[in-house]
């Protein structure tokens, strides 16, 4: 059966420690539909320009980066949020220690 409802409380403590010079993530939800994937980041640490063959969705929940979409460059912070189109090039550099949640909306 189905569940109908995923509830995290504190999606911080999901984390394994950010040890520092790194990067963790870990995959909270995925089907046919949605995949949630939680990341942190250590001060300092970059994903370079890449992009994504879907739409995808960037909430920033703690801490602050800079993030390049396309050609513009952003501050984010807690609570910034941020949709994608797909193949747009993106990048994402924390200036302090970050926690990010991606979800990626398949098609």
């Not at 420690?17 to 539909?33: A, F, G, K, N």
């Amino acid at each position: 059966m189905e569940e109908s409802y995923i509830y995290f409380e504190n999606l911080t403590a999901e984390l394994p420690e950010i040890s520092p010079d790194s990067i963790v993530s870990r995959t909270l939800y995925d089907d046919e539909q949605h995949k949630a994937i939680l990341f942190g980041f250590a001060a300092g640490q970059e994903l370079s320009e890449h992009t994504a063959s879907q739409t995808a969705l960037l909430y920033f929940v703690q801490g602050s980066a800079q993030l390049t979409l396309g050609e513009d460059s952003r501050r984010a912070s807690a609570g910034t949020w941020v949709r994608m189109a797909p193949r747009l090039a993106h990048s994402v550099l924390a200036e302090t220690e970050l926690v990010m949640m991606l979800i990626l909306l398949k098609q």
